[in-house]
């Protein structure tokens, strides 16, 4: 099916690599208008330059989430660009790297430098992106009666169930009560707020390696985790969240959607 995004405008944070990437790419392929937002502006042009044939409808810019005003600068560069803003996709998300043959860091091991970044870009990130998309949503005239609009976060399944490090787990579950609780907020505004919980994946995230000569090994091994045996790609984030941003969804708000080979159901029992 094509065209589950024709003529939307968004804005997809995070743009530059992994699901971000996979995001400006098959949205594009689904007709959406987009700001690719990265903080490395080289890779989101990079994924730009990866969406082809699509490459007119897609735009690449700056943006540091942990600073409201270069989201804003992103959302009115949507605006300015494309007419409007219809979804906001609240990508980007960092961790602190693990120690290198030993691998995640303890509680008690963490920098605080280190926890304010991973807290400033994993929970402050999507709030300002949640915040200046309300604000555009309102501009455009949001009441409930036809106008609204779409915020899509990426949570983690590390914020549903213990999973991975600490500190990362802890934002991740702050973006899922955001998802909730803002869901609700908006509402009568036809605002929709939904998120996608990816479990393992092979990204740059935690200073992982896609390009790695080990690539089957370690996909194999995050594959172990997942009922259905095989790790998740970028490409199915991206594809649950694009339903989400979609019409398709129309009736789906508050909803926290695991895309994790079936981790969070339960485990196997017995042979």
Not at 106 to 111: A, D, F, I, Q, S
Not at 183 to 212: F, Q, W
Not at 238 to 267: E, K
Request: aromatic share 4%; proline share 4%.
């Amino acid at each position: 099916m094509q065209g589950l995004l024709e003529g939307k405008v968004a804005v997809i944070t995070g743009a530059g690599s992994g699901v971000g990437r996979a995001a400006v790419r098959l949205w594009a392929e689904h007709g959406a208008k987009i700001i690719a937002a990265d903080i490395n502006l080289a890779t989101a042009e990079e994924s730009v330059a990866l969406a082809g044939a699509q490459q007119g409808q897609v735009k690449a810019v700056q943006c540091n989430v942990a600073d409201p005003d270069s989201v804003e600068a992103a959302v009115q560069l949507a605006v300015e660009t494309f007419g409007r803003l219809d979804v906001i996709y609240n990508n980007a998300g960092i961790t602190v790297n693990p120690v290198p043959g030993v691998g995640l860091r303890k509680l008690v091991e963490l920098p605080h430098d280190d926890m304010r970044r991973v807290e400033e870009v994993n929970i402050n990130g999507v709030i300002f992106g949640c915040q200046s998309a309300i604000r555009q949503f309102d501009r455009q005239g949001a009441n409930g009666q036809g106008e609204g609009g779409v915020i899509v976060n990426t949570a983690s399944v590390a914020g549903m169930i213990g999973y991975g490090g600490v500190l990362y787990g802890a934002t991740k579950g702050a973006v899922v009560q955001l998802t909730r609780s803002l869901a609700i907020e908006v509402a009568e505004k036809n605002i929709r707020v939904n998120a996608v919980c990816p479990a393992g994946m092979l990204t740059h995230y935690s200073g992982m390696d896609p390009d790695s000569p080990n690539r089957d090994v370690i996909l194999a091994s995050m594959g172990k985790a997942h009922p259905l045996g095989r790790s998740i790609d970028p490409a199915d984030t991206a594809g649950a969240a694009m339903f989400l941003a979609s019409d398709l969804a129309s009736n789906i708000t508050g909803v926290n959607l695991p895309v994790d080979g079936g981790l969070t159901a339960g485990r196997k029992v017995g042979g």
